[in-house]
């Protein structure tokens, strides 16, 4: 038997007590640096508008949803 005995407590446990602060540090510093986008879209979208509505009977049986001149 050796003289000296080897220490078998491994690696110690990381302590999680400041990550919510950790955490919430750099939620507040992205959401104070983030710039909001200030342009315009390229792409102009068009709604369609309705001319007809008619109440359905059964709306159980809508397949299909017709929208423009009739």
């Given at each position: 038997m050796s003289r000296f005995k080897e220490k078998?407590?491994?690696t110690?446990?990381?302590?999680?007590?400041?990550?919510?602060?950790?955490?919430?540090?750099?939620?507040?510093?992205?959401?104070?640096t983030t710039v909001m986008r200030e342009v315009d879209l390229k792409v102009k979208i068009t709604l369609p508008q309705a001319t007809?509505?008619?109440k359905l009977e059964d709306k159980a049986?809508?397949?299909?949803?017709?929208i423009g001149p009739p």
């Open positions: 078998k407590g491994g110690p446990a990381i302590s999680t007590a400041s990550l919510p602060d950790i955490i919430f540090m750099l939620l507040f510093f992205f959401m104070v007809e509505v008619t049986l809508v397949d299909y949803l017709y």
